[in-house]
């Protein structure tokens, strides 16, 4: 526990309270906050999935750890029609309680301990970090393979989280990346966990997906065939539902990939009860079965950042990557901090780029979760 960093979140209570207290006599810009920091999704939960959830109200046994095998045929055939996956095998596939807890216990499930390294990306989710330091694995913050210097099977990393789309910077790596990193991480005998949460949100139009990606619905994942050469072997990829969906209140997500990793990790989430409720298992197989509703909510997003950018553009910040996700990666060219003081005193509340490492300290990341209203008070406040 002492090796554990104070909660980030923590340290925005002060711009918080500045945000709440903003007032305006302009009737567009309202009053109060406008909250896109957090990133929490407002719109409501689709009704195909809370009926799915209404109908099995009804729990009074225990549910399965692995989750059952309608639900786990579901998810793999959701891969194939929306990842570009083709061949994940149902007996690789995991419900978890959200994808967070996955994320933070996942070096430990992997048995990973004092003096094994784990791997992820300069600017990222905190979360890889403490899920080193809860392990009492040691954390180490690197954008290129090369940056763990020459490596042999015994001085690599056992464990490398990518994250594609990332948060909180919307870059998506491509098919040819993921594949080299794969391939690297072979030969070395490194798991490689992609953490995919927010493929669905890709605002990419067709030439900057370019002519490679034309058969993908969204963006490329580390299970795709010409990532993996046909094999899942030490790949794990996480997925989330919170964000597509409208689940988080839920805790419903997934991880997916080498059936032997998964099979390890269902073992110890057995012993420590870590499991799904029922009713969410079936409400998990409703959101992955149903497309239509993910298209939807896709666009509510992609209309509030087409309000947003500009507004923010216009207010002096420029936008890096934010290729895709649930966020806009901004910089004011000054230390994060003082970007989100700045906008806290007009009632937006952003989250600073040092959250996420040093390399985002000029950085700060900007929700799109908010509802209608909000983005365009913000994006008035902005102007104004």
Not at 137 to 142: K, N
Not at 336 to 343: I, K, W
């Amino acid at each position: 526990m002492k090796s554990l960093p104070d909660f980030p979140w923590d340290s925005l209570a002060p711009a918080k309270e500045r945000a709440r207290a903003f007032s305006s006599d302009d009737p567009a810009q309202g009053d109060g906050i406008v909250d896109l920091s957090v990133g929490t999704p407002v719109d409501p939960t689709p009704q195909v999935v809370q009926q799915a959830l209404r109908d099995a109200a009804d729990a009074p046994g225990y549910p399965q750890t692995w989750g059952t095998p309608d639900l786990r045929e579901g998810i793999a055939a959701w891969f194939e029609r929306r990842r570009g996956a083709p061949d994940v095998d149902p007996d690789g596939v995991l419900p978890t309680v959200g994808s967070k807890e996955l994320v933070a216990w996942l070096p430990t499930l992997l048995g990973l301990g004092q003096g094994d390294v784990v791997g992820f990306p300069r600017v990222a989710y905190p979360t890889y970090d403490v899920g080193a330091r809860i392990a009492g694995a040691t954390p180490f913050a690197a954008d290129a393979t090369t940056a763990f210097g020459p490596t042999t099977p015994a001085t690599a990393p056992r464990l490398l989280w990518l994250n594609s789309p990332s948060n909180p910077t919307g870059k998506v790596l491509g098919v040819e990346h993921l594949a080299k990193v794969v391939a690297w991480a072979r030969e070395r005998g490194v798991v490689v966990a992609s953490d995919e949460c927010y493929a669905e949100l890709d605002w990419r139009s067709e030439a900057e997906r370019g002519q490679s990606y034309a058969q993908l619905p969204t963006t490329p994942s580390l299970l795709d065939p010409r990532v993996t050469g046909g094999s899942h072997e030490g790949l794990l990829t996480v997925y989330s539902t919170s964000k597509q969906s409208n689940l988080a209140g839920y805790r419903a997500a997934f991880v997916a990939g080498d059936p032997r990793l998964v099979r390890q990790l269902t073992e110890v989430r057995k012993h420590a009860g870590m499991i799904v409720p029922w009713p969410v298992q079936r409400a998990l197989l409703a959101a992955v079965r149903d497309d239509e509703h993910v298209a939807q909510q896709r666009e509510r997003y992609r209309a509030r950042r087409l309000v947003l950018r500009p507004a923010l553009e216009a207010a002096g910040l420029r936008i890096d990557d934010s290729q895709a996700g649930l966020y806009l990666w901004a910089t004011a060219g000054e230390p994060s901090r003082t970007t989100v003081d700045r906008l806290a005193a007009r009632g937006i509340l952003v989250a600073p780029g040092d959250f996420y490492g040093a390399a985002g300290a000029e950085h700060v990341r900007v929700a799109l979760s908010a509802s209608d209203e909000g983005i365009a008070a913000a994006a008035a406040r902005l102007s104004a």
